[in-house]
């Protein structure tokens, strides 16, 4: 169920496709990882991947939204510098038993198809 339906700086309704990027994002398994491009497709927008990341940066300080779990095509942490600290995504992935390949999520372990 989603939880955030007001944009907490504006105190508005969410746009549509944010709420839908949220909605998918809030069903990511624990341990497991999808991409912003995965999303972006899910809600056929396909070509709207970029647009996932804004819409995971308005939230990225709600605990309730697992954004931590949304990483870049490569397995890579793209995101990290939206966390109260650079090494905090990661930290929240490990945590979860996220493994790692140097600074990539080994995907082939850990992704999530919606």
């Not at 709420?19 to 912003?36: A, L």
């Amino acid at each position: 169920m989603f939880l955030y339906y007001y944009d907490n700086v504006r105190h508005e309704p969410m746009n549509d496709f944010f709420y839908r990027v949220h909605e998918v994002v809030m069903q990511i398994p624990v341990g497991k990882v999808t991409t912003y491009g995965t999303i972006a497709r899910h809600i056929g927008a396909g070509r709207s991947a970029r647009t996932v990341g804004f819409a995971l940066n308005a939230v990225a300080d709600d605990d309730r939204i697992p954004c931590h779990r949304v990483v870049n095509r490569n397995g890579e942490l793209s995101g990290k510098m939206h966390f109260a600290t650079p090494t905090r995504m990661r930290e929240l992935l490990e945590a979860e038993g996220i493994e790692f390949n140097g600074e990539r999520v080994k995907m082939e372990r850990h992704f999530w198809e919606p």
